[in-house]
């Protein structure tokens, strides 16, 4: 990362930081992570907002990766699942805050583009699969995380399979046509606590592969 990017992204990161609230550690990841790296138009990478990347996808706005990354608490956990690695950008942000990151991304091309961007950032801790993530990634459950960045009424039964007793699950709620972001906790085995947080906008969960 060379200094003007690194000037770029901590511009942004105190933006982000004047209305989200943020600790230490995830200001920092928002400074060590250039976002020109994963939106096709570098222009406007480091402005507050959603960006169209291939495959007809969205890059969140950094308010929004910034509100689901806090809802994580994932500072210093061990292994966090994404579904719906997209650019990586997200998946880039989660590296600098836990061990290892596996990410699930359904459209081939967007996985592929993601791996090369972690490559040259020399980010060794994320993992990209090809796949529905509906199904998560049973091989390296259970997740001390679960973040879905996408939209999904419900969130599919296997992911809380593969979550962690006591671990948290971030997804975007659809419901009556609004999102929510919506922070679930596993209590144990049966019993699940969640809370509503800040409105969102997502594209869908789907299923299968593309
Ligand atoms: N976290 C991404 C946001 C990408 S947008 C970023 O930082 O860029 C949401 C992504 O979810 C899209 O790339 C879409 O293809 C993917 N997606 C939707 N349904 C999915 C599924 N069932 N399994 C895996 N990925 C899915």
Same mark, same amino acid.
């Given at each position: 990362m060379d200094n003007l990017e690194r000037i770029k992204c901590q511009k942004m990161a105190d933006e982000i930081a004047d209305n989200v609230a943020l600790s230490l550690g995830v200001y920092e990841a928002f400074c060590n992570t250039p976002r020109e790296i994963f939106?096709?138009? %570098? !222009?406007?990478?480091?402005?507050?907002l959603a960006q169209p990347i291939d495959g007809s996808q969205w890059i969140s706005s950094p308010l929004t990766v910034a509100k689901m990354t806090m809802a994580l608490e994932?500072?210093?956990?061990d292994k966090v699942l994404e579904i719906g690695c997209g650019s990586g950008y997200q998946a880039a942000i989660l590296s600098h805050l836990a061990h290892r990151v596996f990410s699930v991304e359904r459209i081939a091309s967007l996985a592929a583009s993601s791996r090369v961007n972690f490559e040259s950032l020399g980010l060794r801790g994320v993992h990209v699969r090809h796949d529905? %993530? !509906?199904?998560?990634?049973?091989?390296?459950?259970?997740?001390?995380r679960v973040l879905l960045s996408c939209a999904t009424p419900e969130v599919p039964k296997r992911l809380f399979d593969q979550l962690a007793q006591g671990g948290i699950l971030v997804a975007p709620i659809e419901s009556n046509g609004a999102q929510n972001i919506v922070k679930f906790k596993k209590?144990?085995?049966?019993e699940i606590v969640s809370e509503v947080l800040d409105e969102c906008l997502f594209v869908p969960l789907l299923s299968g592969t593309a």
């Amino acid at each position: 990362m060379d200094n003007l990017e690194r000037i770029k992204c901590q511009k942004m990161a105190d933006e982000i930081a004047d209305n989200v609230a943020l600790s230490l550690g995830v200001y920092e990841a928002f400074c060590n992570t250039p976002r020109e790296i994963f939106v096709p138009v %570098g !222009r406007y990478a480091y402005d507050l907002l959603a960006q169209p990347i291939d495959g007809s996808q969205w890059i969140s706005s950094p308010l929004t990766v910034a509100k689901m990354t806090m809802a994580l608490e994932v500072e210093g956990v061990d292994k966090v699942l994404e579904i719906g690695c997209g650019s990586g950008y997200q998946a880039a942000i989660l590296s600098h805050l836990a061990h290892r990151v596996f990410s699930v991304e359904r459209i081939a091309s967007l996985a592929a583009s993601s791996r090369v961007n972690f490559e040259s950032l020399g980010l060794r801790g994320v993992h990209v699969r090809h796949d529905d %993530g !509906r199904s998560g990634w049973s091989s390296f459950a259970p997740f001390d995380r679960v973040l879905l960045s996408c939209a999904t009424p419900e969130v599919p039964k296997r992911l809380f399979d593969q979550l962690a007793q006591g671990g948290i699950l971030v997804a975007p709620i659809e419901s009556n046509g609004a999102q929510n972001i919506v922070k679930f906790k596993k209590l144990s085995a049966t019993e699940i606590v969640s809370e509503v947080l800040d409105e969102c906008l997502f594209v869908p969960l789907l299923s299968g592969t593309a």
